[in-house]
């Protein structure tokens, strides 16, 4: 873990790569892929079920991170959705 990881997380592989605010960004490769696999850890002061509603609001994703290129929800499912 690099400097300022939050301490404590499993990495399993993952790298630390910087913190944004109060956001530690890790990154791993993905076999085949040209493109890594990222994570983000941060500690949130909302209810789990306040959380859970913004996170899981994938019609309006990309109102709430910009940066987001294609917000398309190929398939909903009870836990989540497959998005594009």
């Known amino acids: 873990m690099g400097a300022g990881a939050l301490e404590g997380l499993p990495v399993d592989g993952w790298t630390f790569t910087r913190r944004m605010g109060d956001v530690d960004i890790y990154r791993r490769s ?24 913004v ?3 994938y019609d309006h994703f990309r109102d709430f991170i910009p940066v987001w290129s294609v917000n398309q929800a190929l398939s909903h499912y009870r836990r989540g959705s497959d998005m594009l």
């Open 30 to 53: 993905i076999n085949g892929s040209e493109f890594p696999a990222l994570r983000a850890h941060a500690r949130i002061k909302a209810s789990a079920k306040a959380v859970y509603a």
């Open 55 to 57: 996170i899981s609001d």
